[in-house]
């Protein structure tokens, strides 16, 4: 049986566990995959440049379960696993040249940035509720970098979609 949530604190290190399985997932599994499938140099780059981020994310919440007294320990999280499903069934589907591929590849980024993107700022009003300024410091620094992905993801999608509805 799962352990209660009993406070807000309990319910911030159940979150920074759920991220902390993401970010550590992202960094060895999803973003060196998505690197390997898509064509496009731009967005190559875009992933190896987050890949990076990403490790500072891992330091990051890692740092903050120390700041905590807590246990770096990882839960898994379903919505990641979730997408990874739906990820894999769809690319499955997609019949076409490598720009519709990339296409479809920066609409899986700027999704889970979105999920990222929620997640960090309810995190970081908990920590900000709870009086934890160097902790929401720190959330807000992953959270930054994410928005700065997502914009990304959708300049090289609105490209993409330019140049394959133009040919």
């Known amino acids: 049986m799962p352990e209660s949530i009993t406070t807000p604190r309990a319910l911030l290190v159940h979150h ?3 991220m902390l399985f993401v970010e550590q997932t992202l960094v060895d599994e ?23 981020e990403t490790r500072e994310h891992v330091r990051n919440l890692q740092e903050i379960f120390r700041m905590l007294g807590e246990p770096a320990t990882p839960k898994k999280n379903e919505v990641l696993n979730g997408l990874g499903k739906e990820y894999h069934e ?6 076409g040249d490598a720009a519709l591929t990339d296409l ?7 999704k889970n940035e979105h999920v990222e993107i929620a997640a960090y700022n309810g995190m970081i009003e908990c ?10 410091n720190l959330l807000n620094e992953n959270l930054d970098q994410e928005e700065a992905a997502l914009k990304k993801a959708e300049k090289g999608m609105k490209k993409l979609l330019k140049d394959k509805v133009s040919v």
């Open 127 to 136: 920590a900000k509720a709870l009086d934890e300024d160097e902790i929401a």
């Open 30 to 52: 999803v973003l060196p995959e998505l690197h390997g499938n898509v064509q496009s140099p731009d967005l190559k780059q875009d992933i190896e440049h987050h890949l990076e």
């Open 16 to 18: 920074l566990q759920s």
């Open 104 to 110: 479809f590849h920066t609409g899986v980024i700027a």
């Open 90 to 95: 769809a690319l499955g589907m997609i019949q």
